[in-house]
């Protein structure tokens, strides 16, 4: 099965950067698609930042373009979202999802595979 795990959250300041990774394992497919979604307290979960593994696109939650970047390692083991220019309103449970037919940051029920999740805070 596939495993994936989040780590890299923390507290930062307003305009600080964080750097978060989800590193997965098991057996999964050479083409699928990878997304970072975030869910604060009492709102629904949202995409921030996806990627194609065949087509090797990204697209980025409006909120987020200019700030986040998703990438992947070389061995695409492992996902990152580089995150600049943090603001509070970003402070968010952080979530790395997998699927191998779904992609996008529309449907995030349809993702098969998550992480646990890695708190994020940003402070005023």
Excluded at 19 to 45: D, H, I, V
Excluded at 51 to 66: F, H, L, M, N, P
Excluded at 102 to 108: D, E, I, K, T, Y
Aim: hydrophobic residues 30%.
């Amino acid at each position: 099965d596939v495993q994936l795990v989040e780590s890299g959250g923390g507290l930062v300041q307003a305009g600080g950067s964080l750097r978060l990774s989800c590193a997965t394992s098991g057996n999964y497919f050479s083409n699928y698609c990878m997304a970072w979604f975030r869910q604060a307290p009492g709102k629904e979960r949202e995409g921030v930042a996806g990627i194609d593994s065949s087509r090797g696109t990204t697209v980025y939650a409006d909120s987020v373009k200019g700030r986040f970047t998703i990438s992947r390692d070389n061995a695409e083991t492992t996902l990152y979202l580089q995150m600049d220019s943090l603001k509070p309103e970003d402070t968010a449970m952080y979530y790395c999802a997998l699927d191998r037919w779904v992609c996008g940051l529309q449907n995030a029920q349809a993702y098969k595979h998550w992480g646990q999740g890695t708190q994020v805070t940003v402070s005023s």
